[in-house]
């Protein structure tokens, strides 16, 4: 619970003026891409890397780093009192005391009486050293579910990491190189590690284009090699050799390993104690083991991260024994833990003196704490939780039926399908039990048993590993795997990363460990598609069911009915109009408007006139064909043979006519005509070998349509295009409602709106003189608070160019980062606004389009541009404006009629102004920011002259 305290002076030092940090905060905010669990443990790190220097814990809270207690109102015996004004660290300790639960419920009421009556016996240095487990070198744990993204956090710690390095090299608080540990020792779960972190882009969280060079320095090595490098019997790791390519060590920067903690807790044996039978593949593996981890201790300025820290919290094991040597090297940064569960299996007691003792099972050192039940519903699926208290068979038939009959035709937006994943306890339960009872449900649902079911086990004498069962298995999560039941054996319990899988089924003690039932039963929730309500099933036995809500209330401080009526996390998203602020009028502008009207030239038709008519008999178009040599030069060019048409008569020929008139010409309305028709034929046609067919010579097709037109009316269409002026208001304020839905696609966050509706309602600030700033600084120099003298800084100055509501509703991640990166930042010195235009649900500045047709203009529909970047006259009103837009490369093929239309929309307008008022600019995804950045710099240079 100590991360109460860090977590509240944290929050202090954020609306501090010490805090450098708020416009990298913003960035981060603005790009949205972080999950606010992650949002929030980058807070919590940056803080503890800038304003606490990355000391360990047990100094800070020596020093009192986080005390904000009050003693004078405190009551305490004047012994107490005496040690409290003298020692920060008893402050400290009497803090924590002090700290309460979600239900309001005191945590350790008897330390804090014992403080007072013993505040004088405590030894507070030696009591917080063993709290944080005597350890001299900075340890941090992060603790956030499963499914929050630890991996991308840890991307992210890496890369701000490197980028304050970068910024201040000599600065021991940042890490210039990371060890990553993955949680198993299998190597399916390493790649899906690195994957991940490879994955993530800095630009998330850190600014171009300090990003894209972030992004080049870093470098990968999963050492993953099970094999001596050529066969050799002599110690050569290649794990190790991997490092020592990146020689000079002393000088790397941005090194990236990955690895499993078998790789380097390997027992190693000093020669004088080596047992007296140790086998040579034994020795051969301690001595590679040596060999790499004397290489990675080697490595300057290291950070190690631990998944699933959990495992090697106790001093014992043996993977914190290696990390305790690493960590002697003077250089070492820090060690960094992640872990959805941070509790230890039994509390271990703390002697605060002969008489009294303190005992915990939560681990101490959590610097950052993100509860399950919130992630429910905001990134991992709305759990169902039923238990029974039956037999084995009962619960997975219920639990199969009940998947089958709500997911079976699930089918996620990535392509995969819902999963159910029955754990097992023993290979022959599986084999004999389960398998047979499934199979018979799976069968009775339509659906073929060995497509459908997965069976995955270590295997054993009777019942060998099923074949490519690995491979399926680690293939699950993909579009390729068709597999809907999977049966488990001591697999999948922790670490196992399949968002499709939608329901576990515990039904028996012992399917998985006691002490696991919360982490078993949770491999279901993972969220598929980020923003999305999606829901998961859980069967459990009555033990099963029992362990699960003692380990919720152990672990989460939440019961079994709170976990499983957890409602989504939807947000009512609060939108407010600042056309008034802004004063955005309404915007000019002119239309295309085309209009058709149809003149009667005939009152009747006069089919025998018309079919005599020797235009009538229009030609085939001649194809050429152009002969070139390797060079490309041209040898010769010759008309392409035309085929001969087939066998015709005139009777067949007339009843083609009718037939392509879909019923609206009849044969016997062609035979009013017989001798003209007959005449028109008799050219059209040739003889050859005695038999009638068409000459190629001719265009047949348009040949009939002409003749059908001749037995209707004349008629012509006449086209009227004119220029009209509309005026159209860039938002209609009454559609402007507060949705109830996921905030991924608005822009800017809540937050952030809140803090521009504030400075909007103030007003306007003074700039005080160059003399009065001078004073104010002695004053502050002197130790006087000026803060509410000295004018504040805006922290949202792009609001004077922009939002005319708020927040905007994007459909694509290139608008929001096309405002906030790249448009923004090239107009914030120069006289112009941009507005949102793309939500055509609140927009009335809509363009009529139009496609050239050879006898006219055909309507094609209505375009809504993205943005406006406009400048204003001196009157205030819209002067001239650039139409933005930003499209990806399969929308802009859709669009392209469109498109095109805009420079005939632009040129029109133009010359009705009489001026340069419109421009367009185009911006496609498949142009890199900086391509997109210049393009928009020479659009704004050339068209408002700046």
Aim: one cysteine or more.
């Amino acid at each position: 619970m100590f991360y109460k305290l860090i977590e509240k002076k944290r929050n202090e030092w954020l609306t501090s003026e010490d805090c450098t940090i708020c416009e990298l905060l913003q960035y981060i905010e603005q790009r949205g891409m972080m999950r606010d669990a992650q949002m929030e443990a980058i807070k919590t790190y940056l803080f503890l890397k800038i304003a606490c220097q990355n000391q360990p814990l047990w100094k800070l809270f020596v020093r009192g780093v986080f005390n904000d207690t009050n003693i004078d109102q405190v009551e305490l015996t004047e012994t107490a009192r005496g040690v409290f004004k003298t020692n920060k660290a008893a402050v400290a300790l009497y803090q924590y005391s002090r700290l309460k639960d979600k239900r309001g419920n005191q945590l350790a009421p008897e330390l804090e009486r014992f403080i007072k009556q013993h505040a004088d016996e405590i030894d507070y240095e030696m009591t917080f050293k063993k709290i944080f487990y005597d350890v001299n070198y900075t340890d941090y744990l992060f603790s956030l579910p499963m499914g929050a993204g630890k991996t991308y956090l840890m991307a992210a710690f890496i890369y701000l990491d490197l980028y304050f390095a970068q910024n201040e090299p000599g600065n021991p608080a940042f890490a210039h190189n990371f060890m990553v540990m993955a949680p198993s020792g299998l190597k399916s779960s390493i790649v899906p590690s690195l994957k991940n972190i490879k994955e993530f882009d800095p630009s998330w969280i850190i600014p171009e284009p300090a990003a894209s060079r972030l992004r080049k320095l870093v470098q990968f090595e999963i050492l993953d090699e099970q094999k001596t490098a050529n066969k050799s019997n002599r110690v050569k790791n290649p794990n190790a050799q991997k490092i020592n390519n990146h020689q000079p060590l002393d000088d790397l920067m941005g090194l990236v390993a990955i690895t499993n903690a078998e790789k380097v807790i390997l027992d190693h044996y000093e020669e004088s104690l080596m047992p007296l039978f140790i086998s040579q593949q034994d020795l051969y593996k301690v001595n590679r083991a040596n060999e790499l981890r004397e290489i990675i201790g080697k490595i300057p300025h290291l950070a190690i991260y631990i998944d699933e820290v959990h495992h090697a919290a106790d001093g014992d094991i043996k993977l914190r024994q290696v990390v305790n040597e690493w960590t002697r090297r003077s250089t070492f940064n820090s060690v960094l833990g992640f872990s959805g569960t941070p509790y230890l299996d039994s509390a271990e007691p703390l002697n605060l003196s002969s008489s009294f003792s303190i005992r915990n099972t939560d681990l101490a050192n959590v610097v950052y704490y993100y509860p399950l039940i919130e992630g429910i519903g905001n990134f991992l699926k709305l759990p169902d939780v039923k238990y029974a208290d039956n037999d084995t068979q009962t619960i997975v038939t219920n639990g199969v039926k009940e998947f089958l009959d709500k997911y079976r035709d699930t089918m996620y937006a990535n392509g995969t399908c819902a999963k159910l994943a029955i754990y097992c306890g023993q290979i022959e339960t599986l084999e004999e039990t389960i398998y047979p009872l499934v199979a018979e449900i799976v069968a009775s649902y339509g659906l073929t048993p060995t497509d459908a079911i997965l069976k995955y086990h270590g295997g054993n004498k009777q019942y060998p590993q099923p074949e490519g069962s690995e491979t399926e298995f680690a293939s699950l999560d993909t579009t390729i795997s068709k597999k809907k039941i999977v049966l488990l054996v001591q697999i999948g319990k922790e670490g196992w990363d399949c968002k499709s899988l939608t329901g576990v089924i515990l039904p028996q003690k012992g399917v998985c460990p006691t002490n696991m039932v919360l982490q078993t039963s949770c491999r279901c929730l993972r969220q598929v598609t980020k923003g999305n309500i999606e829901t998961a099933m859980i069967w459990l036995n009555k033990f099963n069911a029992d362990k699960l809500n003692n380990q919720l209330k152990q672990q989460q401080n939440i019961t079994l009915k709170e976990f499983a009526d957890k409602q989504p996390a939807v947000k009512n998203i609060e939108r407010y109009s600042r056309v008034e602020q802004m004063r955005v009028p309404p915007i000019d502008f002119y239309q295309l408007k085309v209009s058709y009207e149809t003149l009667v030239l005939e009152e009747t038709a006069t089919p025998a006139q018309r079919l005599c008519d020797s235009s009538l008999l229009v030609e085939a178009d001649t194809a050429l064909i152009h002969q070139q040599d390797m060079e490309g030069n041209l040898i010769a060019t010759y008309q392409q043979e035309t085929l001969e048409g087939f066998c015709v008569s005139f009777q067949w020929w007339l009843h083609q006519i009718a037939k392509e008139s879909f019923g609206m010409l009849t044969v016997t309305n062609l035979k009013t005509c017989e001798a003209e028709l007959l005449s028109i034929f008799e050219q059209i046609t040739m003889e050859k070998d005695g038999v009638t067919i068409e000459n190629p010579k001719y265009d047949h097709q348009r040949i009939r349509s002409l003749i059908r037109q001749a037995f209707t009316p004349r008629r012509d269409i006449q086209v009227k295009e004119e220029i009209v002026p509309e005026q159209a208001q860039l938002l209609q304020i009454e559609k402007l409602i507060s949705p109830v839905e996921s905030s991924d696609k608005f822009y800017p966050t809540q937050k952030v709106v809140r803090e521009i509706l504030k400075w909007d309602a103030q007003p306007p600030q003074e700039e005080l003189s160059p003399e009065i700033m001078a004073k104010l600084e002695e004053l502050k120099a002197m130790g006087m608070d000026v803060s509410k003298i000295v004018p504040q800084t805006d922290p949202h100055p792009e609001r004077t160019q922009t939002y005319h509501y708020l927040p905007y509703r994007f459909d694509s991640n290139l608008e929001k980062h096309f405002l906030s990166e790249e448009i923004l930042p090239i107009i914030r010195d120069k006289h112009l606004e941009v507005y949102f235009n793309g939500d055509d649900t609140l927009t009335e500045f809509k363009i009529n389009c139009y496609s050239k047709q050879t006898s006219g203009w055909r309507y094609i529909g209505k375009y809504v541009p993205d943005f406006l970047l406009l400048s204003r006259n001196e009157e205030m009103q819209i002067d001239k404006v650039i139409i933005v837009e930003t499209k990806g490369e399969g929308f802009a093929a859709k669009f392209k009629d469109r498109l095109d239309f805009m420079s005939t929309f632009v040129e029109k307008n133009n010359d009705k102004f009489g001026y340069q008022r419109f421009n367009f600019l185009y911006l496609e995804d498949t142009l890199s920011q900086e391509q997109r950045r210049k393009r928009t710099l020479k659009a704004i240079q050339n068209f408002f002259n700046m």
